[in-house]
C-alpha cells in the first residue's frame, strides 16, 4: 500500500480526537528535515475523554497509545517497517482494547537520508 511517510510533526490523533505525539530514536533518515516514524516507535495519546457505559454510569476507557498493524511493506527505516500516511492503526486502550482507527496528517512525501 503506498503512501507519503510519517514524521514527528505528523499530526495524528486517535479515534475521539485525543492528541498523538509520535516518539522515535530515528535520526537518521528525515523527510522535511523531520525524522521518520516506524512501527515500532511510541505513539502516546494524550487528553483522550472516551467512556463507555457502564450498568447506570460510565467507566472512562480513553485511548492511551496507537498501534499500527498494517505499516509500509516494502521499505524499511533502520531495519523496521515506516509508518505510512495511508497504514491502518488502531487507538488502544490501557487494557488493550481496540478502540477505532487514527486520524492522520500533516504527512511528508520527499525522503532524505543521511
Known amino acids: 500500500m503506498p503512501g507519503p511517510l510519517l514524521h ?6 486517535c479515534p475521539h480526537t485525543g492528541p498523538v505525539t ?13 525524522p521518520v516514524v516506524t512501527a515500532t516507535d511510541a505513539y502516546p495519546v ?3 475523554t472516551f ?3 457502564v450498568g447506570a454510569g460510565t467507566k472512562p476507557q480513553p ?3 496507537l498501534r499500527w498493524t ?13 509508518v505510512l500516511g495511508t497504514s491502518v492503526g488502531l487507538g488502544v486502550s490501557a487494557e488493550g482494547i481496540p478502540q477505532g482507527p487514527p ?7 520527499r525522503a532524505v537520508a543521511s
Do not use: E
Not at 509520535?22 to 523531520?34: F, S
Open 46 to 48: 494524550t487528553g483522550c
Open 63 to 65: 485511548c492511551v497509545q
Open 8 to 13: 514527528v510533526g505528523a499530526v495524528l490523533t
Open 103 to 109: 486520524t492522520v496528517a500533516g504527512v511528508q512525501v
Open 51 to 53: 467512556q463507555v457505559p
Open 22 to 34: 509520535p516518539q522515535t530514536g530515528n535520526a537518521r533518515v528525515l523527510v522535511g528535515g523531520l
Open 70 to 82: 498494517a505499516p509500509a511493506a516494502r521499505v524499511l527505516v533502520n531495519g523496521q517497517p515506516p
